[in-house]
């Protein structure tokens, strides 16, 4: 997985920064899956995306993820800080169809034509009817909420990265989710920032294009920067 370098977070943020979240998946995913032709990216499994773009943030931005989560009982925030190589433990991916009850995996097309159903258990069985084969059982649109969830879990276990963490106020456990674009695109924004801040007092400073800026390597940008404004 190659890095993002200066001028691609510029670019991806440009691009992405008004879009909905599920065409941004789409857009990071696309970028972290230079192999695979642009237009099947909102056809692969969900687990699949959340591995491509984690692996794209590791490579840029390190494993190491520092998020927060808010405790559903008593309210506090939580840090959380994890590792990539802990919430992807395998590459494993989803099952083309579970055989048992014929189902396949969820995509971001999936995602996007159920985005706008405004009740949860409405949307996920609607979801569920699209993810059944010829070979599903019809009583599966029986199910609620709850065991379309975990039939979606047990098919593709990364679409979801959680991990538990234990409450420092209240001592509950505590189920954190991250999603995988929210967390890169976090750092996309916020490294973009400071990227067009160098860019600006730079410009001022010594007359350099954005161009100019960009292509100075991470450690001469911040020498500059050191002398103009210790
Ligand atoms: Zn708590």
Request: with cysteine.
């Amino acid at each position: 997985m190659r890095a993002l370098t200066p001028h691609d977070v510029l670019a991806l943020w440009d691009e992405g920064a008004h879009r909905h979240p599920l065409d941004r998946s789409a857009l990071l995913c696309a970028r972290a899956r230079s192999d695979l032709p642009a237009d099947t990216i909102v056809d692969l499994p969900l687990g699949e995306v959340t591995r491509s773009v984690l692996r794209l943030r590791e490579a840029t931005f390190g494993g190491r993820i520092d998020s927060h989560v808010d405790c559903p009982f008593c309210g506090a925030r939580l840090a959380v800080s994890v590792m990539t190589s802990e919430v992807l433990p395998g590459d494993a991916a989803a099952q083309v169809v579970d055989a048992a009850h014929g189902l396949r995996p969820p995509t971001l097309r999936d995602l996007a034509a159920v985005a706008d159903v405004p009740d949860a258990e409405d949307g996920a069985r609607r979801l569920l009817q699209r993810c059944m084969t010829a070979s599903a059982p019809a009583s599966l649109l029986d199910a609620d909420l709850a065991e379309i969830e975990a039939l979606f879990e047990a098919l593709d276990p990364n679409a979801d990265v959680g991990l538990q963490v234990i409450c420092t106020e209240c001592g509950k456990p505590v189920l954190a989710t991250l999603d995988a674009t929210v967390v890169l695109w976090d750092e996309i924004e916020a490294q973009g920032k400071a990227l067009l801040r160098m860019v600006h007092v730079l410009a001022v400073a010594y007359g350099w294009t954005e161009s100019e800026t960009l292509a100075l390597s991470p450690v001469r940008r911040a020498a500059y920067m050191a002398m103009v404004s210790p």
